[in-house]
């Protein structure tokens, strides 16, 4: 399943985006295919793949999603659906901070349960996107709320996320944990199974984030 945008994304062709866009405005939210997967994800959201497989840089991502949003993209991608993810949560989950602002800046709903009924203030936490967790807040994330499958909040995703992660998703979960604190965030509120954020962490090997949640 081939998509007449899909070449000029992966090249990062501004200007072939812009002329294809204007020629048919309908593109800017016509589903996009993942590589030889027929499953279809809102152009927003595709831009924001290629950041995460170092297609391009997430300014180049940014740059684009400007270019869709120009010509009538829906910020918040397909009709809202619990439990699939928004392009803002896609930003969130794939490391494409500048998007993510962009789209917050846009008007993004920023309450929508995604992927696992995590908003995008959970995934911004568990893959450790600090400026993305601040400006979240700044916009009055809702910073105890319960995801649906897990029933955890975003400080206690921020901790598994940088615990069980892995290595390419340990950024900056520290800031992110020391920012929810300071707004505000309950550490005492366990998940599904009982277990509180600091039941996670080693006292030894964890240290840094053991002092912000101990």
């Not at 995008?120 to 995801?147: M, S, Y």
Request: glycine share 8%.
């Amino acid at each position: 399943m081939d998509h007449p945008l899909k070449k000029f994304i992966r090249t990062v062709d501004i200007e072939g985006l812009r002329r294809a866009l204007s020629e048919n405005s309908s593109l800017a939210n016509r589903g996009i295919p993942l590589d030889d997967y027929e499953t279809l994800a809102h152009p927003l959201h595709r831009i924001c793949d290629g950041v995460f497989n170092g297609e391009y840089s997430d300014e180049q991502a940014a740059e684009m999603a400007r270019l869709f949003l120009a010509n009538g993209a829906k910020v918040d991608g397909d009709p809202l659906r619990e439990l699939k993810d928004t392009p803002l949560i896609a930003a969130a989950s794939l490391q494409s901070d500048a998007v993510a602002l962009l789209l917050i800046e846009h008007g993004a709903n920023i309450f929508h349960p995604g992927c696992h009924g995590g908003t995008a203030l959970h995934w911004a936490a568990w893959c450790g996107r600090d400026k993305v967790v601040k400006r979240l807040l700044e916009a009055k994330a809702e910073i105890n709320r319960l995801c649906v499958q897990f029933k955890s909040t975003p400080l206690f995703w921020g901790v598994h996320g940088y615990k069980s992660g892995g290595e390419k998703n340990r950024n900056n979960q520290v800031e992110c944990v020391r920012l929810l604190l300071e707004a505000g965030a309950d550490k005492s509120i366990p998940n599904f199974e009982g277990y509180k954020p600091i039941e996670l962490l080693e006292a030894q090997a964890d240290i840094e984030i053991v002092n912000l949640v101990k």
